[in-house]
C-alpha cells in the first residue's frame, strides 16, 4: 500500500504556483533538480488574468491582479486545472511588505507619496488569493487555520493536494516539507533575489521610502492575509524590522 501509493506521489505533477517575488523560483529549481521535468511554475490559475504577450503592467485586470504572460500558466491551465487532473501545489506565502518592496524595485514607476505601499503591490498576495487561485481551483486558505509555528500546512482539495509554505521558513525545513510532499530528497538551492536581477538599487530605495511609511505598515499588517499566516509577534517584529528599529 506505501509503495503504491509512493508511486502515485512520484508520478504526479507538481506546480509551484504562486504571486510573483515570493521565492517561489527558488523552489521550483530545487525541486525540478530533485524529481526533473513534472515541476512547472505558474504566476497566475485562473485564465482571465493570463496573457500571450507582455502584459501591460499599467493595465490592472478586475480584482486587482497583474496578468500573467508566464507560458507556464497556460501549461498548467490546459494538462491540470481545466482538466482536474491529480496533482500537488506548493504555494509561497511571503511578508507581503517584503512583495511589495521587491515587486516595486523591478517596476519602480512610482504611485504617489504612498509608493511603493499601494496596489498592486502592496496587496499581491491577498488578491492572488482571492482573484486567481479561488476562481481557478474552487479553495482558499481562509477558513482552515495555519500553522505559524511550522510556517506550513498541508490541505487535500481533490483531486490536488496543496502545500502552502511560508518563505521564511528556513531551507532544512523547506526540504524537509518539500521531501515528505513529492516522495524524493529535495535540496534548496537559491536564487533570483532583486539583486541577481539588477534591481538592488530600486530595491534599496523601495526599503528606504518604506522606513518613512509606518502607517502603510499598519494598514497592511492588518490585512487578512497578515492575520491569517502570521502572529501579532511576528508581524511586531517585522513592523520594527521594516522601521529599521532593530
Known sequence: MLRARLAAVRGEPVVVASTHRTASTAVYR??????????????????????????????????????????????????????????????????????????????????????????????????????????????SPWNIPFDASRKAMLIDHEPWRILVLRADLDDRSKERELSAFVGATVRMVRINSAEQRGAGASHAKACDRIRSLPDEIDRIHRSRLCSHFFTPDELAAQRSRWLGQS
Do not use: Q
Open 30 to 139: 530545487s525541486l525540478r533538480m530533485a524529481i526533473g521535468s513534472r515541476v512547472f511554475k505558474c504566476h497566475r490559475l485562473h485564465e482571465p488574468l493570463m496573457s500571450w504577450n507582455e502584459p501591460n503592467p499599467k493595465v490592472t485586470p478586475p480584482g486587482g491582479v497583474l496578468r500573467s504572460g508566464m507560458p507556464g500558466d497556460w501549461a498548467v491551465l490546459h494538462g491540470i486545472t481545466r482538466p482536474k487532473r491529480p496533482a500537488r501545489f506548493v504555494f509561497m506565502v511571503r511578508d507581503p511588505i517584503a512583495v511589495a518592496a521587491s515587486m516595486a524595485a523591478l517596476k519602480p514607476a512610482e504611485g504617489g507619496t504612498a509608493w511603493p505601499m499601494v496596489p498592486p503591490y502592496s496587496n499581491a498576495m491577498t488578491d492572488w488569493f482571492d482573484a486567481d487561485v479561488l476562481p481557478a481551483l474552487g479553495w
